[in-house]
């Protein structure tokens, strides 16, 4: 079974190298939608694949660094990194070019590891992240898959090649959460005391 949760974010960027000339040379911003799909083949005793409330700590936190930020690829101009910088008190670097197929691949790089590192308190069973979904406009999106978010011919996307400036950092729930992240910490999901006994 699938269940999916939609977030959004409003993000500035360009994307370097693209077809569209607005795109690739002027700074432009999106109303982003991203829908984030986990799998599962059993139910939690709360009889749901995983607590959509559950999806509103870590995981919206990393997704929510992105608005009203702007993103830049790394290996852009140093120039125009520098002045995004200096101007932007919300930045994110990341390893590969914001365009929506980097975006699903990131957030699916991201989450993923969250997952992994959580720590499930409510009988959750085999809970995958399936998918993520980058909408870029009301028209385009793109939809990453495992296959593609580690697939080194799309561009490695590793943890500590992404990085969220300071400000981004100091709104989280939790300002140490990314390195904690890094650091192969676990995060514990909260205890939850059974009303009715099955
Ligand atoms: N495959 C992709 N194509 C394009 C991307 C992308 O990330 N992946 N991004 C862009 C631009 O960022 C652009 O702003 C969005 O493109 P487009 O859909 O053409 O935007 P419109 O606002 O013109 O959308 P309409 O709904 O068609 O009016 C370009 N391509």
């Known amino acids: 079974m699938l269940i999916r949760k939609l977030f959004k974010f409003e993000n500035a960027h360009i994307v370097r190298n693209c077809s569209s ?3 690739r040379r002027s700074i432009h911003g999106h109303s982003y939608k991203v829908e984030v799909l986990l799998e599962a083949h059993a139910l939690d005793q709360g009889q749901m694949v995983y607590d959509f409330g559950l999806m509103k700590g870590t995981i919206k936190d990393v997704i929510d660094a992105f608005d009203h930020a702007i993103c830049f690829w790394d290996k ?7 002045l995004c910088k200096t101007f932007s008190a919300r930045w994110i670097s990341m390893p590969v070019s914001p365009s929506a197929e980097q975006f699903a691949r990131l957030f699916f790089v991201v989450i993923d590891a969250l997952l992994k590192q959580t720590t499930m308190a409510n009988g959750e069973g085999d809970v995958l992240l399936h998918s993520v979904i980058a909408h870029e406009t009301d028209t385009g999106y793109a939809q ?3 296959d593609d978010a580690y ?3 799309m561009g490695t996307i590793a943890l500590a090649d992404i990085v969220f400036s300071e400000q981004v950092q100091m709104e989280w729930q939790d300002p140490a959460m990314y390195a904690k992240l890094q650091a192969g910490e676990l995060f514990a999901n909260p205890p939850v005391e059974l009303q009715v006994r099955p």
Do not use: L
Request: glycine share 0%.
């Open 21 to 23: 000339d607005r795109c």
């Open 76 to 82: 852009d101009d140093p120039d125009y990194i520098a």
């Open 144 to 146: 990453a898959f495992r």
């Open 151 to 153: 697939n080194p011919r």
